[in-house]
Nanobody, 125 residues
């Protein structure tokens, strides 16, 4: 079993940057593809970015492509989301997730076995 703990959220002005971190427990972190999802009030949870087990492949939602970067450090059991040029529409609770069955990750919520508790990101205009 994997426990995920997100950190790094907060309040930032439009155009600013934040870096989210997700620390995973256990010694099998490299066996999981990882992803970030987000959920705004009144909306469904949506895919943001995913990274393969090795970190060699990454995927992004069109809405964040070119502004967000997902990365991982398997030695530190941590996945990151660097968010630049933030917009008010990026305001949401951000969740990290781990998938054991798909080595490359995907945008499908159902493929992820473990979820963190979420961290709030608020972007003011």
């Amino acid at each position: 079993q994997v426990q995920l703990v997100e950190s790094g959220g907060g309040l930032v002005q439009a155009g600013g940057s934040l870096r989210l971190s997700c620390a995973a427990s256990g010694r099998t972190f490299s066996r999981y593809a990882m992803a970030w999802f987000r959920q705004a009030p009144g909306k469904e949870r949506e895919f943001v970015a995913a990274i393969s087990r090795s970190g060699g492949s990454t995927y992004y939602a069109d809405s964040v492509k070119g502004r967000f970067t997902i990365s991982r450090d398997n030695a530190k059991n941590t996945v990151y989301l660097q968010m630049n040029s933030l917009k008010p529409e990026d305001t949401a609770v951000y969740y990290c997730a781990a998938a054991s069955g798909n080595p490359y990750g995907s945008s499908w919520l159902s493929e992820y076995d473990y979820w963190g508790q979420g961290t709030q990101v608020t972007v003011s205009s």
